[in-house]
């Protein structure tokens, strides 16, 4: 089974500017998760999808931070601009169950983009 | 107060020892209790959850679960270099609308 792929792996760009991260699931899986984890910290969610409907997004910054999953397939999350503390790993993560606490459907996460604003 | 809790470390064990790990998270309601391993520059992996107070055995992991306390702990016996990582503890409340809320993580060092 092929894993959860997120591209780019590393990003380094300015304050201001703009920058996407793409995530691809789990064939399958119809659950999308976005996480954030900054240095020294556990991942903090961002925003959940069903299919291609939002389930969660209270803790996702609308102001500069925006996501969609159209055919309900890959993702993408973007910020536009960005600000210093931004930087952070960006999880994608995905699951074949409607939310997160199913035990025999964990959530599998991809390797994560590292996002460095300067 | 941080929803879930966990010292940050890091948890220093000589090879061979019992490492023990402790998380206290503080919504009463909360049911669903997990714990992922995050190797450096990787992302996390589920290695246990918990649903019901008691402890739970997987191999060389016992998760233990005490709800009229709030806290979740994490045995590892005979640790080995390999299981040096940051341990994330994660709670899932139904009031906070399902979400799963993640600790700090503690750093754990098994040292030869």
């Known amino acids: 089974e092929a894993g959860v792929a997120q591209s780019p792996r590393y990003k380094i760009i300015e304050k201001r500017q703009s920058v996407a991260f793409w995530c691809n699931p789990i064939?399958?899986?119809?659950?999308l998760y976005w996480y954030q984890q900054i240095l020294g910290q556990g991942p903090k969610l961002l925003i959940q999808f069903q299919n291609n409907g939002v389930v969660d997004d209270s803790q996702l910054p609308k102001d500069r931070f925006s996501a969609e999953r159209l055919k309900g397939v890959d993702s993408t999350l973007k910020i536009q601009p960005a600000k210093l503390e931004d930087s952070a790993v960006y999880l994608c993560?995905?699951?074949?169950?409607?939310?997160?606490?199913?035990?025999?459907?964990?959530?599998?996460f991809g390797n994560g983009t590292r996002l460095t604003v300067t | 107060q941080k929803e879930v809790e966990q010292n940050s470390g890091p948890l220093s064990v000589p090879e061979g020892a019992i490492a023990s790990l402790n998380c206290t998270y503080s919504d009463r309601v909360s049911q669903s209790f997990f714990w992922y391993r995050q190797y450096s520059g990787k992302s996390p992996e589920l290695i246990m959850s918990i649903y019901s107070n008691g402890d739970k055995e997987d191999g060389r992991f016992t998760a233990q679960l005490n709800k009229a306390s709030q806290y979740v702990s994490l045995l590892i016996r005979d640790s080995q270099p390999s299981d040096s990582a940051t341990y994330l503890c994660?709670?899932?409340?139904?009031?906070?609308?399902?979400?799963?809320?993640f600790g700090g993580g503690t750093r754990v060092l098994v040292k030869p």
């Open positions: 993560a995905s699951s074949d169950a409607p939310g997160p606490g199913a035990d025999n459907s964990p959530l599998h």
């Open positions: 064939s399958g899986h119809a659950t």
């Open positions: 994660a709670v899932i409340s139904t009031a906070a609308g399902n979400k799963l809320t």
